[in-house]
């Protein structure tokens, strides 16, 4: 059970959208539509942004988006706030009631 | 309103053993599978396992087995992390958290575990 693959960084300016990838395999991020994504402020718990792949929880805002193709999962972020800068984790169903991280992202808000 | 509240911060020794805990409330505690999370200084989160308070159904990260146990009191809607012998590489920041339809919902606040010398 290998941790799924994100960039450790990514930047963009206020305004600008931002897309955050998340590799794993068929035993995970490509055998199920249940990948969900986290964003983290170091201090505090994570918040659920997107679960299911591309649903939204109430009152995460439609800034964010999430999308699949095949092994591969993909957060998008459009119209960076300062506020968005934090950590962001994909996480995937694996099966038995597992799940398995992302190494995460770094987000930098220029 | 749903609420996970851990247990606060430990100091512990290498060798000592440690339990720390995770209070559901707000829903019914035995309806939902509570996991908990590990964060090591700097690095990410890392799943180490799952448990079913209803029946104490339990599953471990292989990277964790062995290594820690996972139970939970239901009469108390409480689920545990322990450990019989602390490592200084178990120093960490560990959460809890509600498993419902393959996703975390609802998070504990974190127990930062400092294990030295």
């Known amino acids: 059970q290998s941790a799924l693959t994100q960039p450790r960084s990514v930047s963009g300016s206020p305004g600008q959208s931002v897309t955050i990838s998340c590799t794993g395999t068929s035993s995970d991020v490509g055998g199920y539509n249940y990948v969900s994504w986290y964003q983290h402020h170091p201090g505090k718990a994570p918040k659920l942004l997107i679960y299911d792949v591309n649903k939204r929880p109430s009152g995460v805002p439609d800034r964010f988006s999430g999308s699949k193709s095949g092994n591969t999962a993909s957060l998008t972020i459009s119209g960076l706030q300062a506020e968005d800068e934090a950590d962001y984790y994909c996480c995937s169903y694996a099966g038995s009631y597992t799940l398995v991280f992302g190494g995460g992202t770094k987000l930098t808000v220029l | 309103e749903v609420q996970l509240v851990q247990s606060g911060a430990e100091v512990k020794k290498p060798g000592e053993s440690l339990k720390i805990s995770c209070k559901g409330s707000?829903?019914?505690?035995?309806?939902?599978?509570i996991a908990w999370v590990r964060q090591m200084p700097g690095k990410g989160l890392e799943w180490m396992g799952i448990?079913?308070?209803?029946?104490?159904?339990?599953r471990y990260s292989p990277s964790f087995q062995g290594q820690v146990t996972i139970s939970a009191d239901k009469s108390i809607s409480t689920a545990y992390l322990q450990w019989s012998s602390l490592k200084a590489s178990d120093t960490a920041m560990y959460y809890c958290a509600r498993y419902g339809g393959n996703y975390y919902h609802y998070w504990g606040q974190g127990t930062l575990v400092t294990v030295s010398s």
């Open positions: 707000g829903y019914s505690f035995t309806s939902y599978w």
């Open positions: 448990i079913y308070p209803s029946d104490s159904d339990t």
